[in-house]
């Protein structure tokens, strides 16, 4: 079998933010377990709004869609703004209707991995909800296990706290797991 490439997108203009570092958690661990993984953050998606009549796209937004069409396996990571995933990757999201009329349309069968971080339960949940209602909108399938990670209370980084780096742990392994299903 070839090397799985993982494509994790997500997170916010500030650097490490907690989503980032949840989702290079995750590519470390799918590293470990033998795939090519590749960042898409911060910077990586600071895209205009998304426009679809307008074809024009920047370099930066071409060279996602571009990383996306070459993903076996997708980790979403959004931290909750007010309850819900943010304006920032739901954009960059939008960048993925450039795939529609590809021969694989969206993340059509692609196994997702869904991260969402947030100042409390609430809206970790909710924004885990939500990724994962995108991800099926997008034809891909969401890994059973989510991970909603609450980023106030307890002592150090919540990242690197129990049980955390298991629960990616187990959400890698279920995307590789998927990954090397037969087809349909």
Same mark, same amino acid.
């Given at each position: 079998m070839t090397q799985l490439h993982f494509v994790a997108i997500g997170g916010t203009m500030r650097a490490y933010s907690s989503t980032e570092r949840a989702l290079r958690k995750a590519l470390a661990i799918a590293?470990?377990?033998? &795939?090519?993984?590749?960042l898409l953050a911060g910077a990586d998606i600071d895209f205009p709004s998304y426009a679809p009549d307008n074809p024009d796209r920047p370099d930066a937004a071409r060279r996602y869609v571009d990383i996306l069409r070459s993903a076996d396996a997708v980790i979403i990571g959004s931290p909750g703004y007010h309850g819900a995933i943010s304006g920032f990757v739901k954009n960059a999201l939008?960048?993925?209707?450039?795939? *529609?009329?590809?021969?694989?349309?969206?993340?059509? =069968? +692609?196994?997702? =991995?869904?991260? !969402?971080?947030? !100042?409390?339960? #609430?809206? !970790?949940? &909710?924004?885990?909800? #939500? +990724?994962?209602?995108?991800?099926? !909108?997008?034809?891909?399938?969401?890994?059973? +296990?989510?991970?909603?990670i609450n980023t106030i209370g307890g002592e150090g980084?919540?990242?690197?706290?129990?049980?955390?780096?298991? #629960?990616?742990?187990?959400?890698?392994? #279920? +995307?590789? *797991?998927?990954?090397?299903?037969?087809?349909?």
């Open positions: 590293e470990e377990r033998g &795939a090519r993984t590749t939008d960048y993925v209707e450039d795939m *529609s009329r590809d021969e694989r349309c969206y993340f059509d =069968g +692609l196994p997702v =991995g869904c991260v !969402a971080t947030a !100042a409390g339960w #609430q809206a !970790a949940v &909710a924004t885990l909800q #939500q +990724l994962r209602v995108i991800t099926h !909108a997008l034809r891909g399938w969401p890994t059973p +296990l989510g991970i909603a980084d919540p990242i690197d706290n129990a049980p955390i780096p298991d #629960q990616l742990g187990m959400m890698v392994d #279920q +995307l590789f *797991s998927f990954c090397r299903r037969p087809a349909l």
